[in-house]
């Protein structure tokens, strides 16, 4: 017969076990060209680094540049042992602001999203 303090431990123990899997899901850890930068030149690609393996097939970005004009993407691929997704960019940004809209499925069957931004230096 479990005690009252002992099924308090153990809803304790579920509740932890549930937190700790929303952890898990592909979180950004990097990205490149980072959060808020400025970059020089138009890149040639954007990276995103994920603390999981991705599924390409639910997995993409969608970019927008100046004027909110969407910005033409390659087919992305994935590296990093599934856990970079590398977006190609096939023409030249032109100087302003970006923003990178993002939304990830990884092999857990968890989805994940986010948007970050950077700048290209007129
Ligand atoms: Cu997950």
Do not use: C
Request: charged residues 20%; negative net charge; glycine residues 10%.
């Amino acid at each position: 017969m479990p005690t009252l303090s002992r099924l308090v431990a153990l809803s304790t123990v579920a509740i932890l076990g549930v937190a700790g899997q929303a952890l898990a899901h592909a979180q950004l850890t990097k990205n490149v060209p980072a959060d808020k930068a400025t970059v020089a030149t138009s890149p040639a690609e954007l990276d995103l680094h994920f603390s999981e393996e991705l599924d390409i097939k639910f997995s993409g970005v969608k970019v927008t540049g100046p004027d909110k004009a969407m910005v033409k993407t390659g087919d992305a691929m994935l590296m990093d042992e599934g856990k970079t997704l590398m977006v190609p960019l096939p023409e030249m940004l032109g100087p302003g602001a970006y923003a990178v809209e993002w939304h990830v499925l990884s092999t857990d069957g968890h989805k994940t999203n986010g948007t970050y931004g950077f700048t290209v230096k007129p």
